[in-house]
């Protein structure tokens, strides 16, 4: 009995040998190296390495810009999952009642979804930039009102919030339209009989059983938004003055701009700590509130 | 039917594969063709024999990398002509526009070095790993220009030659000659005839400076046509006294006078629109007349010679202080190629530079480039503006060196100052301070 339990165990342990070969080839000895990396002076075309201890994390921690670009990414990242969320709730219940054109809209909502963020950001680049310029001639609007859009370091990263929000609201409202299905509708059909208003049956009802799924969706828009690298690339390669360098964009210009892998190598451990640490209280916040559901 | 389908896909799959063997072949086929066309048409009997020998030699492939794209035609054919020389060598040019420091980088990393490349503002920190095959000594050195040489930021004290500069470019005030005339201003030499030729302008409501500053590397050009002429023109080893703490940001006044002159272009700018307005937005204001003067290297002319071919423009140095010996053209080299020290086949990279350095080839190169040729004796009148330049260059009023010998590390954290300085984000002191710093923490991490 022991024997073929044993037996078993290899013979489905040979099954994940492939996944499991190519998980540590891409993904655990990538880690360590940096983990690795991040400890050394390596520099760009030197092939010296030198072990510095933990020097690169000192400096991360000291400077300036790197701690500007923490700053950064967690105001737009607040940003983003904040409206994100709400813009993805909203159409999900607009779309989720009898409405014409349901379908037609979801797709046109969920479209955005489906195209590259590079070519997003050039899209709304051009909107901020030529569409909005000749809107601005041709109601001519007076100077007090315009809107620098990217060029503002206060506007820039609102502008490239709402870019990304466009870009994913469209998937996150699918997200809450599937778990809105999976409401009964004899909850909501008892609620209309006893009076409630529609209003009513979105707060009291909806709402609360979509807990759950705001969670999920709430944490997947964090560590989207910690990782944003292509929008604040192609919008403003991180300007005016540093106001849009995300945690990603520094570690590029670190790493790829500067030569300074090991520096940069080290902003990443930083950055995945942070990651982490978000997730983990999330994560255990959720569990918490759901231990008692299910 | 789906059957059908499948067969279909999979005949057109095979016969996919075979076109893709076909086509190796051919041009294979038109490589190893070469020397018996060049045998038909070579008229001289000596170049006869001369091609003879050579196509009897094993052909070598020769691997060329760069980043400029507008030459690829002029490489082509400049290609063209070595090739007919050389039938048994092969020229294979791989141009590539896209954050081309990283890929070298990973070519070097992976022992994949291109036999001769363009390693840009990374240079040195290539050849400082060991890379890049020393050119000095190489007799074709002698067919370029002493100063190119000795000042190019390719050469280091050491005597190292790392790169050949082909050519010189230089960064200035682009102005509109006709714009100028009509207000009857000359092109100002002192600081107080700068403002002068800013208050003028702006009386007859014609923006000053055109600003471009979405793209932030547009920036740093205005504070390098100061620092050249202020600093570097009367202390070449500013460098070397920073980096052995002999001299700082913080004490040397003249980088104040940069910021200042820096901050000034930008308030008589375009300023509510500057970090709106991209590079081609800035070039297009100048073309259009909506402003009188920008800021640039060369490279910008074509762009607005694009935009409006008959625009009068010409080009002056920056002034930096009420000295007008002071007010110098920053000039430096600008296109330069490296062979890689673990190529295959140097004697047949070295042919080719060497083939760039003659007279015929640099002046097909610059008058298509428009630039200056770094070549003995090769003058090309490439534009109208060419004049300006030439002037400065004849009369000596001009100056080579500036941000080339700065570590790679401070280039960016520079670049970040200087937009955050004419925000508002620090005073000039703690920008100046951290200059100092990021400039030590660079020299410490390139060692």
């Known amino acids: ?294 | 039917m789906k059957k059908k389908f499948a067969a279909f896909l999979s005949i057109l799959l095979v016969v996919g594969c075979l076109a893709g063997c076909g086509n190796a072949k051919s041009t294979e086929d038109t490589s190893q063709a070469k020397p018996n066309e060049q045998d038909a048409s070579t008229p001289e009997p000596a170049a006869k024999e001369d091609a003879d020998a050579q196509a009897s030699k094993e052909p070598v492939p020769i691997h060329l990398f760069h980043q400029k794209q507008e030459a690829q035609e002029t490489f082509a054919q400049i290609i063209e002509a070595f090739q007919k020389e050389y039938p048994y060598i092969t020229v294979e040019q791989e141009i590539v526009t896209n954050d081309p420091a990283s890929i070298l980088r990973a070519r070097v990393a992976t022992d994949e070095t291109p036999d001769i490349f363009q390693g840009a503002l990374d240079t040195m920190d290539i050849a400082s790993g060991g890379y890049i095959m020393d050119l000095a000594g190489e007799p074709f050195l002698n067919n370029i220009n002493e100063e190119v040489l000795s000042d190019s930021s390719f050469t280091d004290g050491d005597g190292h030659v790392w790169a050949l500069p082909i050519d010189g470019s230089c960064e200035g005030i682009f102005y509109n000659k006709e714009i100028f005339q009509k207000l009857d201003l000359t092109p100002p030499t002192t600081l107080s005839e700068l403002d002068h030729v800013i208050e003028v302008l702006e009386k007859n409501k014609i923006t000053p400076f055109a600003l471009g500053f979405k793209d932030s590397w547009t920036i740093k050009p205005i504070t390098l046509v100061v620092v050249s002429p202020a600093i570097y023109a009367k202390q070449d080893d500013w460098n070397e006294l920073k980096t052995s703490g002999q001299s700082s940001f913080a004490d040397t006044p003249e980088w104040k006078t940069t910021f200042d002159i820096l901050k000034k272009i930008y308030d008589h700018g375009n300023t509510k629109t500057a970090f709106d307005t991209d590079y081609n937005g800035a070039c297009n204001m100048i073309a259009q007349g909506e402003a009188a003067m920008m800021v640039q290297g060369l490279w910008a002319l074509e762009p607005i010679k694009s935009i409006n071919s008959d625009i009068n423009l010409g080009m002056m140095a920056m002034p930096v202080s009420e000295n007008p010996e002071d007010t110098k053209l920053f000039q430096f080299p600008d296109f330069g190629l490296s062979i890689s020290a673990n190529t295959k086949n140097p004697e047949e990279c070295k042919l080719f530079l060497e083939y760039l350095t003659r007279q015929d080839t640099a002046s097909l190169w610059c008058s298509s480039s428009m630039l200056f040729s770094a070549i003995k004796n090769v003058s090309v009148d490439f534009d109208p503006l060419a004049a300006d330049v030439n002037a400065y260059i004849d009369s000596g009023m001009i100056c080579t060196q500036a941000d080339r010998g700065w570590p790679t590390a401070f280039q960016t954290e520079y670049e970040a100052s200087l937009s955050e300085y004419i925000l508002g984000h620090d005073s000039l002191e703690n920008i100046l301070a951290r200059l100092d710093t990021a400039w030590d923490t660079a020299v410490k991490a390139a060692q």
């Open chain 1, 1 to 294: 009995m022991k024997y073929i339990k044993w037996k078993n165990s290899i013979l489905y342990f040979l099954f994940i040998l492939p996944a499991l070969f190519f998980f540590f080839l891409f993904f655990l000895y990538p880690f360590f190296r940096s983990l690795w990396i991040s400890l050394t002076d390596a520099y760009g075309f030197n092939p010296e390495i030198h072990f510095i201890g933990l020097a690169n994390y000192w400096e991360a921690l000291s400077n300036k810009g790197f701690l500007n670009s923490i700053w950064v990414t967690v105001k737009y990242t607040a940003f983003v999952t904040i409206f994100a969320n709400v813009c993805a709730l909203f159409f999900a219940l607009l779309l989720d009642g009898r409405c014409a054109f349901k379908k037609f809209f979801r797709a046109v909502f969920f479209l955005p979804n489906l195209m590259s963020l590079i070519i997003v950001s050039f899209v709304w680049v051009f909107i901020y930039g030529s569409v909005y310029r000749s809107f601005v001639s041709a109601f001519s609007i007076p100077e007090a009102w315009q809107i620098s859009w990217l060029g503002n370091e206060k506007m820039a990263l609102i502008s490239m919030g709402i870019t990304a929000i466009w870009q994913c609201a469209g998937y996150y409202m699918l997200i809450y339209i599937a778990s809105l299905q999976n409401i009964s509708p004899e909850l909501i059909e008892a609620a209309a009989i006893d009076g409630a208003s529609k209003f009513q049956i979105i707060r009291k009802i909806k709402l609360p059983l979509l807990v759950p799924t705001i969670d999920i969706n709430t944490i997947l828009l964090i560590t989207a938004g910690f990782k944003t690298f292509d929008i604040p690339l192609a919008m403003t390669s991180g300007g005016p003055a540093g106001a849009t360098t995300t945690i990603t964009l520094q570690i590029y210009n670190t790493g790829f701009r500067s030569n300074r892998t090991g520096y940069a190598a080290a902003q990443s451990v930083v950055l995945f700590l942070i990651i982490s640490v978000i997730t983990a209280v999330l994560y255990l916040f959720q569990n918490r509130k759901g231990g008692s559901d299910s």
